[in-house]
């Protein structure tokens, strides 16, 4: 129902026929599979150097050891050249179709995942990737022109030690295919589940699964939240965040300045969505299938150590995600905190600071020293890891206010962390490439607070300018029966709420009360109101420029 209300809403707009975003893209399998092509053994077949896990493991712990902020590393780059004009296996069709298949093994690998150059694609011809070990029964693509970001596919990880890459060109294909295997990366910790038997776990046994309970206030919070790679060998978290003015908002996506995404790698960037774990205490055997390639940089401060992108393509509709809302305003003081992340780069977790947080320098206490971090004391209930890089931290209302930079948190170990505050990122250096706000405000509104919202929502639900003393939300929009009206106080002050109809009458009054600072919420219907007929209404707040849309369906 509520895509035929927004199609319809679209169209009072002018919006009808209007580009739209590219869609991330998940298709068929790969040819051989329809074809029951069984003949791996008898396909080119190339074994790459081994890799010395054990002083990869070593390098990463004196990494780690001497307290630098980097991205975690999960993954051996081996740097190769292989391409259809000199290697690999061509099959010819009756149709006139070709199919170009190699084998690449890299003994030992938990997974693998490839990074394409020089890549060509006629119209019609595609790319996959996909376990070699039949038991796995999973694929990565197709990959065609749309994907191809500067000359280069970088794929998502596969199970296994042996990965088959595997084109398609079409009979009378516009020109000759180029694609080139320029690097192969050979998963030395463990990325996803693939290597881990059901009930055994990586991360931290203090962490939290996102399906438990506890998170079940968060569950929109939690929808932003996804993991990447970077150069198919580092890792870090992230979230999508919401920007002010503009429907569909942009795929930005905001996580840490020392995670190293950059101009010169940013085409490299693979997000897995909604890797979770499927039960509540598992801490394993989530899946990695929905992803999607390719960022474009847009800012990035070492200060506060933020990092933005926009996501080359839009996530699809059946990924589900959610953009975050935020609070950039300097004197907004959270009482406690959530951290959503993926530690140690596995399923999904939560976690909670009951307590209030505290401004800082990176790594030290004194307060308020620059005043460029959040400082969490030790959390109460879960923790982070090495891979929770870049992922957010949400006030009690809902709002991010900054991303994970570092600290000495774990399991073992209940001590503090520090994420880069918000408001610092808003202004930044000063310029576009080193501040946030005129992408999350490309309107120049001066609005210092964003509530969060699906991809379809007409609108995002936010703040008025500096100064404005609340905002309204309306949940659950459309609705059928009833609803709640949350909005948020700065000062005290008298309040009235009405329901206006779409030819601005006003329907129903709620009675004026005074309220305080924070957060308050009414429920409709109240008492001896009657229920609304369908339709398209607002719900405005009195003595202030807010309303917003409400839809009552049947």
């Known amino acids: 129902m ?84 000199s290697d690999g296996s061509w099959t010819a069709l009756p149709d006139g179709r070709r199919v170009w298949r190699m084998q690449l093994v890299s003994l030992g690998a938990r997974t693998l995942n490839l990074g394409f150059s020089e890549v060509t694609l006629p119209p019609g011809a595609t790319v996959h990737i ?31 030690d042996a990965v088959m890459v595997e084109m398609m060109v079409p009979a009378h294909s516009a020109f000759e295919p180029g694609l080139a295997i320029t690097q192969v990366n050979h998963d030395y910790r463990g990325f996803g589940s ?5 009930g055994e776990q990586r991360q931290g046994s203090c962490n939290n699964d996102v399906v438990c309970p506890e998170a079940n206030p968060w569950r929109d919070d939690i929808r932003s939240e996804g993991v990447y790679t970077l150069q198919g060998f580092w890792t870090c978290s992230g979230q999508l965040i919401n920007t002010i003015g503009v429907t569909p908002p942009p795929a930005y996506f905001l996580t840490a300045n020392h995670c190293g995404i950059s101009t010169g790698n940013d085409n490299t960037m693979v997000v897995y969505w909604n890797f979770e774990s499927p039960n509540c205490g598992s801490l394993c055997c989530g899946s990695l299938s929905d992803n999607q390639t390719g960022a474009l940089y847009r800012a990035s401060y070492s200060t506060s150590d933020f990092c933005l992108v926009e996501l080359s393509l839009y996530p699809r509709t059946s990924s589900d995600v959610y953009f ?15 951290g959503i992340h993926h530690p140690n780069c596995d399923e999904k977790a939560i976690s909670f600071q009951n307590d209030p947080l505290t401004i800082t320098t990176y790594l030290q ?15 109460e209930d879960g ?6 890089s870049g992922s957010g931290l949400w006030d ?11 600290g000495f948190a774990s399991c073992s170990s209940i001590t503090s962390d520090w994420y880069g505050r918000l408001p610092v990122s808003w202004t930044g250096g000063g310029g576009n490439s080193t501040r946030l706000s005129n992408w999350l405000d490309p309107n120049g509104t001066g609005t210092l607070m964003a509530n969060g919202r699906n991809p379809d929502d007409p609108g995002s639900v936010e703040d008025g300018p500096l100064g404005v003393g609340f905002a309204t939300q309306v949940a659950p929009n459309p609705t059928s029966t009833g609803f709640r009206v949350t909005f948020r106080m700065q000062d005290t002050a008298s309040v009235q709420l009405e329901i206006v109809d779409a030819a601005g009458r006003v329907i129903q009054r709620h009675q004026a009360g005074t309220y305080g600072p924070g957060e308050w919420q009414v429920a409709w219907p109240t008492a ?25 369906v049947r």
């Open 130 to 160: 996909y376990s070699a070990d039949p038991s796995w029964e999973y694929y990565e693509g197709p990959f065609s022109a749309s994907e191809v970001i500067d000359g280069q596919i970088w794929t998502p990880v596969v199970p296994g």
């Open 194 to 198: 693939f290597d881990a038997p059901a």
């Open 528 to 552: 001896g109101a009657r229920a609304l007929d369908p339709g398209v209404y607002f719900v405005r707040v009195v003595g202030q420029d807010t309303a917003q849309k409400l839809v009552v």
């Open 365 to 379: 206490n004194s307060v308020p020293g620059n005043g460029s971090h959040w400082r969490i004391d030790q959390w």
């Open 324 to 338: 975050a809302g935020w609070d950039a305003r300097q004197e907004n003081a959270p009482t406690s905190a959530v």
């Open 396 to 406: 009690p209302n809902h709002h991010l206010v900054g991303q994970l930079h570092g």
């Open 2 to 85: 509520k895509s035929l209300w927004l199609a319809a809403w679209a169209a009072t707009m002018g919006w009808v026929g209007v580009a739209g975003p590219a869609w991330a893209f998940q298709g068929a399998e790969p040819l051989s599979w329809s074809l029951g092509w069984n003949d791996a053994n008898q396909v080119d077949t190339v074994i790459l150097p081994a890799v010395d896990e054990a002083a990869y493991l070593a390098e990463d712990a004196a990494r780690a050891s001497s307290g630098e902020a980097t991205p975690l590393r999960f993954a051996a780059p081996l740097y190769v050249h292989y391409s259809p004009a």
């Open 383 to 388: 923790t982070t890891e090495p891979g929770s």
